[in-house]
C-alpha cells in the first residue's frame, strides 16, 4: 500500500554529480527514518545515507564529504545530492523509508532501484 518510486539515476563521468529522487504515496501517517542505500555487483547493500524527521543526518565514510541527503516531508520525499562521483560510486541506489500507519505501526519499505554507473 506505500510505495517509494526513485529517480534521478543515470551515467555520469567520474567528478561530475547526480541528484537522486524518492517519492512515496500510498496510504500512511507519517513518515519516519528515510534513507538511501547502494549495492554494487557481487557486493551486499550498504548504507549510503539517512535522515531523520526532524532532519538529522548521517553519512557512511564512502560519500562523507561528497554526497547530501535532505527531505521534502510535505512532498514525502528524499533526495541524495552526490557530488564529485568516483567509479566506485556505480551501483544501484535504493530508497528506504520507515513509515507510521494511521495505527501507529511502523513498517520498513524499499523502492525499486535507480542504477548510477559512473565512468572513468
Known amino acids: 500500500q506505500v510505495q517509494l518510486v526513485e529517480s534521478g539515476g543515470g551515467l555520469v563521468q567520474a567528478g561530475g554529480s547526480l541528484r537522486l529522487s524518492c517519492a512515496a504515496s500510498?496510504?500512511?501517517?507519517?513518515?519516519?527514518?528515510m534513507g538511501w542505500y547502494r549495492q554494487a555487483p557481487g557486493k551486499q547493500r550498504e548504507l549510503v545515507a539517512h535522515?531523520?524527521?526532524?532532519?538529522?543526518?548521517n553519512y557512511a565514510d564512502s560519500g562523507k564529504g561528497r554526497f547530501t541527503i535532505s527531505r521534502d516531508n510535505a512532498k514525502n520525499s528524499v533526495y541524495l545530492q552526490m557530488n564529485s562521483l568516483k567509479a566506485e560510486d556505480t551501483a544501484v541506489y535504493y530508497c528506504n523509508a520507515d513509515v507510521n500507519t494511521y495505527l501507529r505501526r511502523e513498517y520498513n519499505y524499499w523502492g525499486q532501484g535507480t542504477q548510477v554507473t559512473v565512468s572513468l
Open positions: 535522515i531523520t524527521s526532524g532532519g538529522t543526518t
Open positions: 500510498g496510504s500512511f501517517f507519517s513518515i519516519n527514518t
